[in-house]
């Protein structure tokens, strides 16, 4: 199937690893300028790929984001992620409100802004956005904070889409479940925390977590399959999906 995302500018923020780099070599292979927005410059990146480095959690990031990228066909928020504090708070109580902040900030209002910087832009070409959330904003996961953040990003989107629908932007959520990134597979990541916490190894970790979150189809996602997904909903095939969550967990969500 013709993508027809040939010499489109797709912006990815997040791109250095996991989902977001999965996207970044798919839309690339798809024939997109991919711009990809990460701390630091890609590894071996073809060759119609920019790296933008820059830490958009500071508030003026999103702005020179804009001045060197100009206007945007499609925006990708890939960033997020559990901060350390929230990934070793006991729960609720555990939290502090610097903790809050550096969650929010990551994955929340660190969008906005990147958003609202590229936002005429992809008015002007009729662009797509489309927002990288998490099953925790759909059920009670630890950590709360995260999973907050996330609904709000939610929202935000369906808001995006019905605000600015009629002048032909579409706004998309994908909600991920279990994927095989840093978070869970990194000897760093959460997973690992878990497992350090549960007395066992990353491995045996995960090789329970499918049975222990009942997913459906018995095994992680893997980042190239959130990454298809994604690229699918950028292109003109999807060109009347809008305001939707498309959620990609395995079955983990049982709800209808």
Sequence with gaps: MDLDLTDRTVVVTGASRGIGRATV?????????????????????????RTVALDLTRRDAADELARQVGAADVLVNNLGGVVDASMRAAGFLDLDDETWEATYELNFFATVRVTRALLPGLIERRGVVINVSSIGARAAFKPVDYGTAKAALNNLTKALAEEFGGRGLRALTVTPGPTRTQNWSDPGGYAAYLAEQSGTDLEAFLEGVPGAMSITTGRLTEPEETAALITFLASGRSGNLTGIDVVADGGVLKTV
């Design 25 to 49: 070599d798919l839309l690339a292979a798809e024939g997109a300028d991919v711009v990809a927005v990460a701390r630091s410059s890609l590894a071996d990146a073809p060759a119609n790929v």
